[in-house]
């Protein structure tokens, strides 16, 4: 080495950097911090070492500014938030066989390194990955980082690696290798199947999940998708889905035909644990808060009534974005990607907050953004 030091910061030490704040606001210690910062940048291969004043390895679509790395903390009530961090391993690369062909890898080494086995992904492999796939990627893995330094590992797959017009095919062919024969059936109607999720490694209940795009979604249908049993309360989840969208209340007339979401979709996610009902056990709303504000001020102050309602604490949001960055939250919007709420067979629901690193870009704030007053007044 000529022992040149390097202007711009890499992309590895900087995603190590907030991770490392992040443990903190999770109540990680110093040992599971260091080790999972060392996870992060191993995780993401030869690109950790880029430095920033490049352009992103890919066009990954894991984030808005194609930063290969998100974060998301998971609220319950009377506990610091579980901390999680989504990474693209085969980011380096937007060749699709190759980045697949890195994320398997991956996922093999850890489950070497942390002792799981992979036969769930084995099962399904040949349909995720084909010879010429396509659509938007290829594999992605989510970290839950636990104490003990062994974190909980998901996979997210392509359902339309074989065209979108297979997307539903490849969910049903997936869920049935993963003796799930009546899952699909009990799904309800979509606009698109952008992942299937596998949770690795030692989970309570290890879920297989599928995501689910709605187009134009109201706030009667996010309360009536659901198909889990228990069903969760569909009032909570309406009001969820009205504060977070920005949209008016039940029976306010003046707001008639406005009820639905206009710009980018709700996802919901339905989550399998058992065969022997063929239902789902697990209810996620997923909704990209980023699309309904004006900036991320108004983002934080939605997340924050969400988590209020739902008997949480937001100081830990709070420190959470500080961790992240140190703009002002007025000054951008996509910090907080999406704002989901969870329901689990047996579990009280849970808020979780996506965080996106904005390693590349902050997107300005939109000045002229048609909120609900706005629209009302013919503005
Ligand atoms: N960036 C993509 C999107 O906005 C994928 C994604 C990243 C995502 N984090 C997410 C989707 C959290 C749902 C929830 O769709």
Redesign the pocket.
């Known amino acids: 080495m000529s022992g040149v030091i390097p202007a711009e910061p890499r992309l590895g030490d900087f995603a190590a950097g907030q991770l490392i704040r992040l443990c903190e606001v999770a109540g990680l210690g110093p040992t599971d911090t260091a080790a999972y910062a060392r996870v992060l940048s191993e995780s993401l291969g030869p690109v950790a070492e880029r430095s920033l004043a490049l352009p992103p390895p890919s066009r990954s679509?894991?984030?808005?500014d194609h930063t290969p790395v998100?974060y998301?903390l998971a609220f319950l009530p009377g506990t610091a938030p579980a901390l999680r961090v989504?990474l693209e391993p085969g980011c380096g690369t937007d060749d699709l066989v190759e980045n697949g062909r890195t994320g398997l890898r991956a996922i093999r080494a850890m489950a070497e390194r942390w002792g799981f086995a992979t036969r769930q992904l084995d099962r399904i492999e040949d349909l995720f990955f084909p010879g010429s796939p396509e659509g938007g990627f290829a594999l992605w893995c989510a970290l839950e980082l636990r104490s003990g330094g062994v974190p909980g590992v998901k996979v997210y797959l392509n359902p339309s690696a074989n065209g979108p017009e297979r997307a539903a095919e490849t969910v049903r062919e997936a869920l049935a290798r993963l003796g799930h024969r009546q899952a699909f059936d009990a799904l309800p109607r979509a606009d698109g199947f952008?992942?299937v999720a596998l949770d690795l490694g030692d989970w309570e209940a290890p879920r297989v999940k599928v995501?689910l795009m709605h187009q134009g979604l109201s706030a009667a249908e996010a309360g009536s998708l659901p198909r889990m049993a228990p069903p969760p309360g569909q009032e909570r989840l309406e009001e969820f889905f009205r504060t977070v969208g920005d949209l008016p209340a039940a029976g306010d007339l003046t707001a008639e035909g406005k009820d639905r979401l206009t710009g980018?979709p709700a996802?919901t996610c339905h989550s399998f644990t058992e065969t022997a009902t063929g239902l789902p056990s697990g209810y996620t709303l997923?909704v990209?808060v980023r699309d309904y504000v004006r900036h991320d001020g108004q983002a934080r102050e939605r997340a924050v009534t969400v988590l209020r309602r739902h008997g949480m604490d937001s100081v830990a949001l709070d420190r959470a974005l500080a961790a992240v960055g140190s703009r002002r939250l007025s000054d951008g919007v996509g910090l907080i990607?999406?704002l989901?709420l969870v329901h689990e067979r047996g579990r009280p629901p849970r808020v979780t907050v996506?965080v996106s690193s904005e390693a590349y870009e902050v997107r300005p704030p939109r000045e002229a953004f048609p909120t609900r007053d706005r629209v009302r007044a013919g503005l």
């Open positions: 679509f894991l984030s808005d998100e998301s989504l952008p992942f995501y980018r996802l997923h990209p990607a999406y989901a996506y």
